[in-house]
């Protein structure tokens, strides 16, 4: 089992900037993969930005320039630079992580962060 912790989010003006964590501890697992999802009201959760263990990233097209997803590989941890944000942006941020267990492959969701930016 992988467990995950966000830190960050909360609220913001429009413009300013935030930083997301999301730590994964556990043991005998390898991660391929790391990324971020958001979730507004009333609409469907969508990927935001993933890593993965080479290093190669991609970005949903509206965070595009704006947001950086980065990770410590050393520490099991990832995460998003929310930069020029806007009341747009506002939704839940949800981590998920996957990868390789000794006998399964595991994808793993964080319990979620609010990040609310205001007009």
């Known amino acids: 089992q992988v467990q995950l912790v966000e830190s960050g989010g909360g609220l913001v003006q429009s413009g300013g900037s935030m930083r997301l964590s999301c730590a994964a501890s556990?043991?005998?697992?390898?991660?391929?993969?790391m990324g971020w999802y958001r979730q507004a009201p009333g609409k469907q959760r969508e990927l935001v930005a993933i890593?993965?263990?080479?290093?190669?990233?991609n970005y949903a097209d509206s965070v595009k320039g704006r947001f950086i997803i980065s990770r410590d590989g050393t520490k099991n941890t990832v995460y998003l630079q929310m930069n020029s944000l806007k009341p747009e942006d506002t939704a839940v941020y949800y981590c998920?992580?996957?990868?390789?267990?000794?006998?399964?492959?595991?994808?793993?969701w964080g319990q979620g962060t609010q990040v609310t930016v205001s007009s």
């Open positions: 998920n992580v996957g990868g390789l267990m000794p006998t399964a492959t595991f994808d793993s």
């Open positions: 556990g043991s005998g697992f390898r991660l391929q993969f």
């Open positions: 890593i993965h263990t080479g290093g190669s990233t």
